[in-house]
């Protein structure tokens, strides 16, 4: 869809907002740029606050608000957003205005992303640029052939019984799955698992 498609389907109310998977950035920008005063802000649903302090305090620091994101993330509201639809673009599509991700790699790296999102939220940018590039490889590996047929069977190959993919998509051939459990074990999230039947492929004894 380009983006003068967009621009113009952001002026319907029940329109508001769109997962952008192009990879163009330029499109993005523009979207952004064009749609940025749709309508007023509005109250924005805490996504933070309703956790209860035991299950904070079990999670760590790591999964703590931020004193200011909360903040940030309410000036996005009411307004046409704009969702990274890759992982690899999330970082970007944020500089350029973006309001968040709707990630495929957090299936398996749930607590990096958000890391990620809140450092860039708090205005630690070269924290959050140091996460992405280093995420980098895991996040294109898991595009290595088409969504969603490298996270499922991630998720197979940890333990997780997801199931295959639905037809016309199938189970990955051996270069790719051998690129994705190779990554996965750069990484240290290759080991299985318990119930795993693929328990004795895992090498890692540091998952994270």
């Known amino acids: 869809m380009s983006a003068d498609t967009v621009i113009k389907l952001s002026q319907i109310n029940n329109i508001v907002g769109i997962k952008e998977a192009s990879g163009n950035l330029e499109q993005i920008a523009k979207i952004i740029e064009e749609t940025k005063a749709k309508r007023s802000p509005e109250p924005f649903a805490p996504c933070y606050s309703e956790r209860s302090e035991e299950s904070r305090s079990a999670q760590g620091k790591l999964h703590e608000e931020p004193d200011n994101a909360q903040d940030r993330l309410r000036e996005g509201s009411g307004k046409f957003l704009v969702y990274s639809g890759n992982d690899n673009d999330t970082l970007p599509i944020l500089a350029l205005g973006g309001y968040g991700v709707i990630s495929v790699a957090s299936h398996i790296l749930g607590i990096q992303i958000k890391k990620m999102m809140e450092k860039f939220l708090n ?19 898991l595009f290595v052939v088409p969504n969603p047929v490298p996270i499922k069977y991630a998720l197979n190959y940890l333990g997780f019984p997801v199931g295959k993919p639905r037809l016309p998509l199938v189970e990955p051939d051996e270069e790719p799955a051998q690129l994705i459990r190779a990554t996965l074990a750069r990484y240290k999230i290759d080991l299985p698992l318990p119930s795993s039947k693929q328990k004795s492929k895992g090498k890692s004894k540091n998952a994270k």
């Open 123 to 141: 205005g630690e940018v070269q924290e959050a640029a140091s996460i992405h590039r280093h995420l980098l490889p895991l996040l294109n590996t």
